[in-house]
């Protein structure tokens, strides 16, 4: 199970940072992904991590601002996101990478249950 954290309202130029717990399965030896989804549109790719934390890849819509970093343990990862836009508004999920295209949805079976960014002044 994936617990997401940390979302909110802020006003554009802002930074609010992302957590997601795991539980129940030792997603510690998974690869972890972020992905949002805007009102009205398809859920996209923004950051993936591999277990270990030593590669991380991120969209190119957020590179330069978005950070993916994982715990200590492993069994958690973050998102620390800089200088949000307001295009960046979107419920925010966390997800348990399984196999394939790591940009892909379709590429991961466990999936947290959102936490909401409002970026707006």
């Known amino acids: 199970q994936l617990q997401a954290s940390g979302g909110g309202f802020v006003q554009p130029g802002g930074s609010l940072g992302l957590s997601c717990a795991a539980s129940?399965?030792?997603?510690?030896?998974?690869?972890l992904g972020w992905f949002r989804q805007a009102p009205g549109k398809e859920r996209e790719f923004v950051a993936f991590?591999?277990?270990?934390?030593?590669?991380?890849y991120h969209a190119d819509s957020v590179r330069g601002r978005f950070t993916i970093s994982r715990g200590n343990t492993k069994n958690s990862v973050y998102l620390q996101m800089n200088n949000l836009k307001p295009e960046d508004t979107a419920v925010y999920y966390c997800?348990?990478?399984?196999?394939?295209?790591?940009?892909?949805?379709?590429?991961?079976?466990?999936w947290g249950q959102g936490t909401l960014v409002t970026v707006s002044s």
């Open positions: 991590i591999n277990y270990r934390g030593s590669n991380r």
């Open positions: 129940g399965r030792t997603f510690s030896a998974y690869a």
């Open positions: 997800a348990s990478y399984n196999d394939g295209d790591y940009t892909s949805t379709f590429s991961y079976d466990y």
